[in-house]
């Protein structure tokens, strides 16, 4: 009887470890899949310096020359709450935002390839499904 349960337990286990790995969320996102962030320096003459960050990982202070990037990729942990913030700083502003969250607007632009763009005007994220640039964040 012992033994029965115990089978049952490890099955019911695996059933719902294999559903949650292979599960297509409303998000339609799969725990693990590989994401890439980028962060581009769009602006005429002015170094933009980034710090991004999640719970686990620090990516370090960078300077981004213009009309260069810096990127990263990691893949998206079994809870989907992988989250990467980044403070960007510039002569005239700075602005915290998070780079990389498992939300709907953000996962649609991104496409598994998010593109931030840093210029005077503002921070913008690429749609990639129509190559746009959408204005997300002004600076402070
Ligand atoms: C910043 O980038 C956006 C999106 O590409 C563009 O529309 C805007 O003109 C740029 N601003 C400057 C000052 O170049
Ligand atoms: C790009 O697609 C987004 C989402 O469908 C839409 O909101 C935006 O207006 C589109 N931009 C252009 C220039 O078509």
Known sequence: MKMKLCQTCIS?????????????????YKAFEKIRVHIVNGFQSETL???????????GDRNIPVNQEFSWKFHINIWRSTLFFCDTRWSRGHKRFDAFAVRYALMDYCNGNCVWKANETAIFLLDNRNQTYIELHGWE
């Open 12 to 28: 019911i286990f695996f059933f719902l470890l294999i559903g949650l790995l292979t599960s297509q969320s409303a998000l339609d």
């Open 49 to 59: 310096q980034v710090h991004c960050k999640s719970k686990e990982n620090d990516l």
